[in-house]
């Protein structure tokens, strides 16, 4: 059984910082494609950052230079570090778990993940 596990959010000011954390269980965590999403009211689901079983990383225009993905194979978690977040990343933030193996062209489509946690609010005030 396939489980993934997020906590970490909660309410921050603009320019603060946060550490999302997502456990998982039920497979091989290291052989695994993996990322994170945000989805805030009123609009789609949208890729943040990915990683994969090489470690190789990933990361939306919008986060980048901002947010770092990261895993510890070892420990079966993966995690998110969010600093100078701003109002915009505003969102329910969610990890998921694509296959072995995929494109880089199709890190955040979300129709290659099949595997995703219950989500994490996130909340940046002005």
């Known amino acids: 059984h396939v489980r993934l596990e997020e906590s970490g959010g909660g309410s921050v000011q603009s320019g603060g910082s946060l550490r999302l954390t997502c456990f998982a269980s039920?497979?091989?965590?290291?052989?695994?494609?993996m990322g994170w999403f945000r989805q805030a009211p009123g609009k789609d689901r949208e890729g943040v950052a990915s990683?994969?079983?090489?470690?190789?990383?990933g990361y939306a225009d919008s986060v980048k230079g901002r947010f770092t993905i990261s895993k510890d194979n070892a420990e079966s978690t993966m995690y998110l570090q969010m600093n100078n977040l701003k109002p915009e990343d505003t969102a329910m933030y969610y990890c998921a778990r694509a296959r072995m193996y995929m494109l880089g062209s199709k890190q955040f489509d979300i129709d290659e993940y099949h595997h995703w946690g219950q989500g994490t609010q996130v909340t940046v005030s002005s």
């Open positions: 990683i994969n079983r090489y470690g190789s990383e």
């Open positions: 039920g497979y091989l965590y290291s052989t695994y494609c």
